[in-house]
């Protein structure tokens, strides 16, 4: 158990790294940048985690961002919407901000779920 905590862990800290406070991620005909509310999360055993994340535009034309979340082994990770959660999305349009705007902001939600197999074992909390 100690190996998948380990590769949660990387994911966090992939998550970290791609999103330190704020990181812009495309750049060219505008800038696509994310922003994670919390980015370091504990879980019990059987729990699954969520990063809400805030997608921010800025740019003059309409644009299709492909979005891909990569967990450890045998964990399932989704993206889904802010609302509603009930559909997994592979990518999102981000429109020009309106004149009176300077962002365009969408909200989505990434969610790692390690496999019910998975246990930690006996006298390890961590």
């Known amino acids: 158990m100690k190996r998948r905590l380990l590769a949660f ?9 791609l999103l330190p406070l704020s ?5 060219g005909e505008g800038t696509i940048e994310l922003t994670a509310s919390y980015y370091k999360l504990e879980i019990t055993s059987g729990s699954s985690v969520e990063f809400t994340i805030n997608v921010e535009y800025t ?7 492909d979005l891909t979340a990569t967990g450890p ?32 902001t969408e909200m989505i939600v990434v969610t790692a779920t390690p496999a019910s197999w998975l246990t930690p074992e006996l006298g390890n909390t961590r």
């Open 73 to 104: 082994a045998d964990w399932t990770t989704s993206i889904t919407p802010s609302y509603p959660r009930d559909k997994q999305i592979l990518d999102i349009r981000m429109e020009p901000p309106e004149e009176d705007e300077t962002v365009y």
């Open 23 to 27: 990181s812009v991620l495309a750049q």
């Open 9 to 17: 862990g990387i994911l966090v800290v992939c998550l970290v790294a």
């Open 59 to 65: 740019g003059d034309v309409a644009r299709v961002f």
